[in-house]
């Protein structure tokens, strides 16, 4: 079982839309929830950091953690064309572990 | 804003030959790190550094793989008999403790034929 696991889509919405983002993961010692975003043949981006469950909102973004069900949602408001990227949710454990876990990402398109 | 470098941005190497990627951390940054992308695949962990050691790795970073960190900026990843199977993007990360988020270099990418 992959550990976090994303619908690598394609999602492609109009310009405007409320865009939704979901992931799950299976490693109940995840404390810390990022979601990335990733343009082609460029590093990943940091976009939201929580930690635990909860909602936190930055602009246009809100992420929610639900750790009861192991789900971990990105909502972007008034969606625009530079938008569309890869977008990555990804997972550190408690405990001090350092590695990051990444699942395999949603291809985002949102056409004008 | 400060962000985390890489070098070079592409490398083409022959099988079998050994390969330096350069990266420079962030400047207050303590804890360093080394994931790869294989196109179309997910970014994977390689490998974290932290007082001039490793403390984490995964079961890719195998006996051709090591890092280093010279001098007190650069943080780099060795790869000594590259296979073809080591093309990939590298990415190198930097966070400023423990449990920061990691900020992420615009990656290598290593071409091996």
Request: hydrophobic share 30%; with cysteine.
């Given at each position: 079982?992959?550990?976090?696991?994303?619908?690598?889509?394609?999602?492609?919405?109009p310009?405007?839309?409320?865009?939704?983002?979901?992931?799950?993961?299976?490693?109940?010692?995840?404390?810390?929830?990022?979601?990335?975003?990733?343009?082609s043949?460029?590093?990943?981006?940091?976009?939201?950091?929580t930690?635990?469950?909860?909602?936190?909102?930055?602009?246009?973004?809100?992420?929610?953690?639900?750790?009861?069900?192991?789900?971990?949602?990105?909502f972007?408001?008034?969606?625009?064309?530079?938008?569309?990227?890869?977008y990555?949710?990804a997972?550190?454990p408690?405990?001090?572990?350092?590695k990051?876990?990444?699942?395999?990402?949603?291809?985002?398109?949102?056409?004008? | 804003?400060?962000?985390?470098?890489?070098?070079?941005?592409?490398?083409?190497?022959?099988?079998?030959?050994?390969?330096?990627?350069?990266?420079?951390?962030?400047?207050?940054?303590?804890?360093?790190?080394?994931?790869?992308?294989?196109l179309?695949?997910?970014?994977?962990?390689?490998?974290?550094f932290y007082?001039?050691?490793i403390?984490?790795?995964?079961?890719?970073?195998?006996?051709?793989?090591?890092?280093e960190?010279?001098?007190g900026?650069?943080?780099?990843?060795?790869i000594?008999s590259?296979?073809?199977?080591?093309?990939?993007?590298?990415?190198c990360?930097s966070?400023?403790?423990l449990?920061?988020?990691?900020?992420?270099?615009p990656?290598t990418?290593?071409?091996?034929?």
């Amino acid at each position: 079982q992959k550990e976090v696991e994303q619908d690598p889509g394609p999602l492609s919405v109009p310009e405007g839309a409320i865009v939704s983002l979901n992931c799950t993961y299976s490693n109940s010692a995840f404390q810390y929830f990022m979601w990335y975003r990733q343009y082609s043949r460029k590093g990943p981006e940091l976009l939201m950091y929580t930690y635990s469950s909860g909602n936190k909102e930055d602009g246009r973004f809100t992420a929610q953690v639900d750790k009861s069900s192991k789900y971990i949602s990105l909502f972007i408001r008034d969606s625009q064309p530079s938008d569309s990227a890869t977008y990555l949710c990804a997972s550190i454990p408690s405990g001090g572990y350092q590695k990051v876990t990444f699942g395999t990402g949603t291809k985002l398109q949102v056409i004008p | 804003e400060p962000e985390v470098t890489q070098t070079p941005s592409h490398q083409v190497t022959q099988m079998g030959q050994e390969v330096i990627l350069r990266c420079v951390p962030i400047s207050n940054h303590l804890y360093f790190y080394w994931y790869r992308q294989i196109l179309g695949q997910k970014v994977e962990f390689l490998v974290s550094f932290y007082n001039n050691e490793i403390s984490e790795k995964s079961e890719i970073f195998d006996d051709q793989f090591s890092v280093e960190r010279p001098d007190g900026s650069n943080f780099t990843l060795k790869i000594r008999s590259t296979k073809l199977e080591d093309s990939a993007m590298y990415f190198c990360a930097s966070g400023e403790r423990l449990t920061d988020t990691q900020y992420f270099g615009p990656g290598t990418r290593l071409t091996v034929l």
